[in-house]
T-cell receptor, first 117, second 110 residues
Framework: GAVVSQHPSRVICKSGTSVKIECRSL??????MFWYRQFPKKSLMLMAT?????????EQGVEKDKFLINHASLTLSTLTVTSAHPEDSSFYIC?????????????FGAGTRLSVL | GEDVEQSLFLSVREGDSSVINCTYT??????LYWYKQEPGAGLQLLTY?????DMKQDQRLTVLLNKKDKHLSLRIADTQTGDSAIYFC??????????FGTGTSLTVIP
């Protein structure tokens, strides 16, 4: 299947700093990528839909200025958690779709564990 | 948003069959999925089924869909210790919205 690489896999940062997470589709072009947040013992929550060359579409309740998403190319989307605080600590996962069913069949990155001290 | 529910835990003995169940509320689902998450790893797509299908089989995996009852199940035949993981069901609706279940933690007892 298609490969989606997410980096870093784990990051620990101080409160108030910003953290950037990268999501790359290694062997296919992804016009749309998705960013999710996973809460302990809870399901994945879609944060935003990232479209190449345009602004991301955020889900209700997700702060746009807090979670900056950039999708500069067909193979790379980035999520920047700005001025991170302990409540932002979570597991963040990206996904990308391939081909004509791009929005239907999603391949996930390995996730990034963010710990804010 | 829509609700997708799963039992949190399931334990089976090695060699037995596992059945993981999922219920959802969305009437406009188009695709339904099963993902596997191993410890510390991301989600791996196991299989998916179109909403107009009743059953899909893929090697040891059998997906059953009862659209009337909005019930989806994943059967793993001859369960192995390597199958121990968290299994998420998810549905995609006509609005291209993904909704995930809470995940079922499967423990395979040797």
């Amino acid at each position: 299947g298609a490969v989606v690489s997410q980096h870093p896999s784990r990051v620990i940062c101080k409160s108030g700093t910003s953290v950037k997470i990268e999501c790359r589709s290694l062997d296919f072009q992804a016009t749309t990528m998705f960013w999710y947040r996973q809460f302990p013992k809870k399901s994945l929550m879609l944060m935003a839909t990232s479209n190449e060359g345009s602004k991301a579409t955020y889900e209700q309740g997700v702060e746009k200025d807090k979670f900056l998403i950039n999708h500069a190319s067909l193979t790379l989307s980035t999520l920047t958690v700005t001025s991170a605080h302990p409540e932002d600590s979570s597991f963040y996962i990206c996904s990308a779709g391939e081909g004509p069913l791009a929005k239907n069949i999603q391949y996930f990155g390995a996730g990034t564990r963010l710990s804010v001290l | 948003g829509e609700d997708v529910e799963q039992s949190l835990f399931l334990s089976v003995r090695e060699g037995d069959s596992s059945v993981i169940n999922c219920t959802y509320t969305d009437s406009s689902s188009t695709y339904l999925y099963w993902y596997k998450q191993e410890p510390g790893a991301g989600l791996q797509l196991l299989t998916y089924i179109f909403s107009n299908m009743d059953m899909k089989q893929d090697q040891r995996l059998t997906v059953l869909l009862n659209k009337k009852d909005k019930h989806l199940s994943l059967r793993i035949a001859d369960t192995q210790t390597g199958d121990s993981a968290i299994y998420f069901c998810a549905e995609l609706n006509t609005g291209n919205q993904f909704y995930f279940g809470t995940g079922t933690s499967l423990t395979v007892i040797p």
